[in-house]
T-cell receptor, first 114, second 114 residues
Framework: GENVEQHPSTLSVQEGDSAVIKCTYS??????FPWYKQELGKRPQLIIDIRSNVGEKKDQRIAVTLNKTAKHFSLHITETQPEDSAVYFCADLMTTDSWGKFQFGAGTQVVVTP | DGGITQSPKYLFRKEGQNVTLSCEQN?????MYWYRQDPGQGLRLIYYSQIVNDFQKGDIAEGYSVSREKKESFPLTVTSAQKNPTAFYLCASSILWDSNTEAFFGQGTRLTVV
């Protein structure tokens, strides 16, 4: 089953507005939460990440927040631009002493209209 | 360009045939992963490996097989037992999770069964 749930599946915003994508995870062993952006026909690329000992991280127009108690983390994009249009994936990294694996959400198609 | 290469970019297979997708990385990463991407379902983990000659099943391993004979290479074989093999396949690699853990993706292979 899906260990990372992501909402919404599609998001349409006007240029200049903010976009928020939310994810929940189920396993307490998760300790690293990256966000990837996939433009049409291209490979996913990391845009921001957060570790379990941090509550919030910001990089210019994008920010990620983490609520470990509720097992929620969110991506915030402010002042959206047309080039922000893409599919965004959240993920978590579950680790034990001997293995680790990335689990991805289903993705959010973000469309920024001029 | 990320140092992880998948080939071929497009692959056609007849029903009942096995086919092998190539994934090579020159990033000196220990961990490698295979994901399947279908519309609306995000990235689903097929197999992953942390070390040469060792790998683990992901969430949808049935009908697939892998090998890890070299650190640089993690080929995926789609067997005739895979009921619905037409999909976009992404390979990724990362340093082990006790340091920077960004997963780098290849450009993907689109497999079509005809």
């Amino acid at each position: 089953g899906e260990n990372v749930e992501q909402h919404p599946s599609t998001l349409s915003v006007q240029e200049g507005d903010s976009a928020v994508i939310k994810c929940t995870y189920s396993d307490s062993a998760s300790n690293y939460f990256p966000w990837y952006k996939q433009e049409l026909g291209k490979r996913p690329q990391l845009i921001i990440d957060i570790r379990s000992n941090v509550g919030e991280k910001k990089d210019q127009r994008i920010a990620v927040t983490l609520n470990k108690t509720a097992k929620h983390f969110s991506l915030h994009i402010t002042e959206t631009q047309p080039e922000d249009s893409a599919v965004y994936f959240c993920a978590d990294l579950m680790t034990t002493d001997s293995w680790g694996k990335f689990q991805f959400g289903a993705g959010t198609q973000v469309v920024v209209t001029p | 360009d990320g140092g992880i290469t998948q080939s071929p970019k497009y692959l056609f297979r007849k029903e009942g045939q096995n086919v092998t997708l190539s994934c090579e990385q020159n990033l000196n990463h220990d961990a490698m992963y295979w994901y399947r991407q279908d519309p609306g379902q995000g990235l689903r983990l097929i197999y992953y490996s942390q070390i040469v000659n060792d790998f683990q099943k992901g969430d949808i391993a049935e009908g697939y097989s892998v090998s890890r004979e070299k650190k640089e290479s993690f080929p995926l074989t789609v067997t005739s037992a895979q009921k619905n093999p037409t999909a976009f396949y992404l390979c990724a690699s990362s340093i082990l999770w006790d340091s920077n853990t960004e997963a780098f993706f290849g450009q993907g292979t689109r497999l079509t069964v005809v």
